[in-house]
């Protein structure tokens, strides 16, 4: 069933704070949460009614934020008891003065306690104890030595305790780096202000390095090391980026395989169950609508079987918006959500403790992962700038001339490219950026490619809307630029018309496949588009990626476990990497007789030499 709320569209829903403390008062309240110590340990035997009732009323003060009362209580009890229940309370005292913020006092209840008393977690709680006492009086090689744990041994709520710990000795012995390292593995635990606090730690130290350094440093992390994006980060915003790591999938999903009912299924295929699109209906409309309707499109070009329930969400113009549709989407019983779409909403639901999975139609402003579950898929300048340098390398092309618009996209795509062609080897012979007003590029085309020579590894590279190339090219050849032209999708229209592209004659670029061609599962383009406007024009690749939002889905989970696997989407084969982000690999196309044709009669995506 397909419903839009309201109507029907188709038949077929701690309070803990002590600034004494360096751990985030929220994350105290998450470790105390996961860990509960509600229940006494069997190793005490079977303590009376009593002595029941005393240890609740002790968790309770505790629970209320009255850390100095439970502590009180806890070492009565200890008192009281000999042997391990005596050991075993004096470390509840000792944990409970901890957590106000008291770690002088933590260190007096434990006094002479001896480790050979203590049973289950509770040795390793000790140990956290003693670390964090240890960093509290300066002892950094303690308190490395105490946090020596097999991880994989740890409760949950510990590991948070540990991996916080780590980070903070890490950074008192002078490893800004270690640090980095163990709050990035400490992020997959966090949610909302935990998570916010611990991500702004990571950049705050990162920031501190130098971008060599980080360099080096990034390049001895495994693909899926929690902390590689982070320094990505950092080195964008130090307007140093790093080459993109281009994927090459190699196994298709869905292939069809024996099930367990003894019939075929698809390889990786789960169906969802209720689906939310949040879109900005009233703003952003005709983008919105492109997206909707090949999102929509692609619902009914499904076995009917095989549909779930969609509901389709007004994301509004602000966060605050679609933060709100995604709530009610959530209420309605949607289990994955797709969208929002503006970068400054899907950073702000990402900082949420998500309740059910998102497919993001963006990637965040702040350059952050999605959560775990969870993936972000949009059409990137950046990603097409980086695949142009890597086509044209594989064409034997060495030298390149940079010519771009002055708009942010170009910007990005300008640099990725940049980046991309000198990481494997190329050389920038000059860069130029073409004013929104001008149609003289002569300057321009000097600049750019002035120190570009003659040779047959000479090549172009544009960044620029229709108009603007349209006005390019045929300056550049004038000025006796023979070298071979390659742009982003931006060049192309979405719609032939030769009259007017007849001036970009040779020029290669990369672009959707769908929008040169049939591409297996998916209604062609020329059945579509004489019935719905949206599919047309520079509505055509969105049109594609609503497609393709819709065809990710009942993948996710194949794909985020499995990165040589892919789908063959509308917009390019799409991957994903162990951080839930979508790249896709595009297809090429050139201006022939005004005409844009799939390169070499094919819609390939990266050439098979790099």
Known sequence: MLRWPGRTLHPSKARRTRAAWSMRPALLAL??????????????????????????????????????GAAGEFLALSRAHRGDASAYYRLRAAEALRDGGDIEGAERALGDIKRRRLHEDEPQRLDLLDAEIALHRGDIERARALLTFDDATLAPNLRVRALELRARAE????????AARMRAALDRYLQGGDR???????????????????????ASLAPNDALRPWIEETLRNKGQPLARTMPRPN??????????????????????????????????TSVSQAIRDGFMTAYFSDAPAQRPEVLVYDAGSAPADAIAAYRKAVADGADQIV???????????????????VLALNHPDTGEVPPPGSAEFGLLPDAEGAQVAEHMLARGITRAAVVSAGADWAERASRAFRTQFEAGGGMIAGEARLGDKDVDFATAIAQATGMLGSGVDGGVFISARPQQARLLVPQLRVAGIAAPIFATSHIYAGDNNASLDRDLEGVEFCDAPWLFGPI?????????????????????RLFAF??????????????????????????GELTADTFGRISRLVGWARFRNGIAEPVDGALSAMPAGR
Not at 267 to 275: A, I, K, N, T
């Open 251 to 284: 196994r298709p999903v869905g292939t069809m395989r024996p099930g367990d009912g003894g019939g075929l299924s698809a390889e990786g295929y789960v169906p969802p169950r209720r689906v939310a699109l949040l879109l900005p209906l009233a703003h952003l």
């Open 339 to 357: 969208g929002p779409l503006q970068r400054e909403a899907v950073g702000e639901l990402f900082r949420l403790p998500l309740e059910a999975r």
């Open 31 to 68: 470790a105390l949460l996961l860990g509960g110590c509600a229940s006494l340990p069997g190793t005490l035997g079977s303590p009376n009614a009593a002595v029941v009732e005393r240890v609740e009323h002790a968790e309770r003060l505790q629970a209320d934020g009255d850390f100095a």
């Open 171 to 178: 950074l008192a012995a002078g490893d800004a780096f270690g």
């Open 520 to 540: 297996a599962g998916r209604p062609q383009r020329a059945a579509i588009s004489g019935r719905l406007d949206s599919a047309n024009g520079f509505g055509g």
């Open 196 to 218: 916010e606090h611990n991500r702004g730690q990571i950049r705050d130290v990162l920031a501190g390095m130098e971008p060599a350094e980080l360099r080096e440093r990034i």
């Open 546 to 571: 609503g497609m393709d939002a819709y065809a990710l889905l009942p993948y996710l989970d194949w794909l985020l476990a499995h990165p040589d696997a892919y789908v063959a989407g509308a917009t």
